[in-house]
């Protein structure tokens, strides 16, 4: 028996997981150099003076430099500031926004292996300037300049024309790009119907880390950084506040695809939190095509962060810098071609929006989760029928 336990002992560390590593930043925000140590022992080279260092190491550990220490540990990429009384410890969002403060001191090339290269220059910025760049971070938080320059320096895509709706009168649709279609409509939601929507919904106080799908099942991915709930809509209650907006966001929705969205036995409106650093990389919605399959998307910005946040479109160079309340609708009815699109990095401030994935040919018979391989979702309102006269009817009716 003892010698099974040993057996048992040994194989455990075996396979232990291999210890944590990081890229830590060591920014030295002093006025003069500073000495500093890893795990109580290590002596890294000395710092100058508003100069930085990039290191590898192991965590967690505790940073000493200059009579001031922190505990250092996290995913990724870690910052460490040194200031003359304490230093403070950001994450790895917190490495990507000073890698594109720094950027938008450069005005180099996208050649990023013969100096002089814009990568290079970022890292001769980034942290006080640092001795060597880093390009596998580099494309992992921003992928190339082109990408970063789109999210953080062009200027909001242009309407390339604008027209009345018919759905929701008094409604002004400016189109952004003509196909596959993407239209944004400017004040669409109130800040008193956001709100109200986070006062009567309790699944909002239950906010975690958004998934993603794709691969038979939803999970977590740091490609989605956002705090996330699912609002399931009982449309037999047509004046509560969620089903009120996901009613009148469907009106409008079926306008611009063209074809009559059902409202039940759609996915959960998604709520989407962003607070500073936090984003949703490239990707796309849905293809289309097939009967259940997404085919539209819609978001409403309840808020609008200060700074950073837009959505683009990186395959068009498209951006959306979105105001309190606007809505943006894309399409993808015949495919995803042109549909890649991203939520750049919240700079300051931030971002909530409700999302809705529009699907043709659902009912409550044959549901939107009958088409993926995400398994059941539960929804007590899945049979619940919308019977309100459309958003139209009754707004003329209120004049």
């Known amino acids: 028996m003892a010698r099974n336990t040993c057996l048992l002992a040994a194989l455990a560390c075996a396979y232990a997981a ?58 990724g990429y870690v910052v460490a500031r040194v200031g003359d009384d304490a230093i403070t410890v950001g994450d790895a969002n917190e490495f990507q926004l000073e890698l594109s403060r720094a950027a938008h001191k450069c005005d180099g090339t996208s050649d990023f292996f013969t100096p002089p290269s814009f990568q290079g220059c970022v890292f001769r910025h980034a942290f006080g300037g640092v001795d060597e760049a880093d390009p596998r971070a580099w494309r992992l938080f921003w992928q190339n300049e082109a990408y970063w320059r789109l999210c953080e320096v062009a200027a909001p895509s242009r309407a390339v024309r604008s027209y009345a709706s018919e759905s929701v009168p008094g409604q002004v649709i400016e189109v952004l790009r003509e196909t596959p279609f993407v239209a944004v409509a400017r004040g669409f939601a109130t800040r008193k119907q956001c709100q109200d929507i986070v006062d009567t919904t309790p699944a909002v106080s239950g906010l ?137 990095p919240v700079i300051a401030g931030n ?18 989760y009958n088409y993926e391989q995400w398994g059941e979702f539960h929804n007590p309102h899945l049979r619940s029928v919308y019977k309100a006269p459309p958003f139209r009817e009754r707004a003329r009716g209120e004049l």
């Open 18 to 75: 291999p210890p944590k590593r990081v890229t830590l930043a060591i920014a030295n925000e002093r006025s003069d150099k500073v000495q500093c140590s890893l795990g109580g022992a290590e002596e890294l080279p000395v710092i100058p003076a508003r100069t930085g260092q990039l290191l590898e190491t192991e965590v967690p550990t505790e940073l000493v430099c200059g009579g001031v220490r922190a505990e250092i540990d996290g995913d």
């Open 208 to 344: 975690g880390r958004a998934h993603v799908g794709g691969t038979g099942e939803t999970s977590f991915s740091s490609s989605r950084e956002t705090l996330s709930t699912n609002l399931d809509i009982n449309w037999n209650e047509p004046d509560a506040p969620v089903t009120s907006m996901a009613a009148v966001t469907v009106e409008l929705a079926s306008e611009l695809l063209g074809e009559r969205i059902p409202y039940e036995a759609q996915e959960p409106i998604n709520f989407l939190h962003y607070k500073v650093g936090f984003e949703y990389k490239p990707h796309t919605d849905g293809a289309g095509r097939t009967k259940g399959k997404r085919v539209a998307t819609t978001l409403v910005y309840c808020e609008a962060a200060a700074e950073g946040g837009s959505t683009v479109f990186p395959g068009d160079d498209l951006k959306l810098s979105p105001g309190e309340g606007d809505l943006l609708f894309f399409e993808y009815k015949n495919g995803p071609q042109s549909t890649q699109h991203a939520a750049c």
């Open 351 to 368: 971002k909530t929006t409700l999302t809705m994935w529009h699907r043709l040919g659902v009912s409550a018979d044959d549901p939107w």
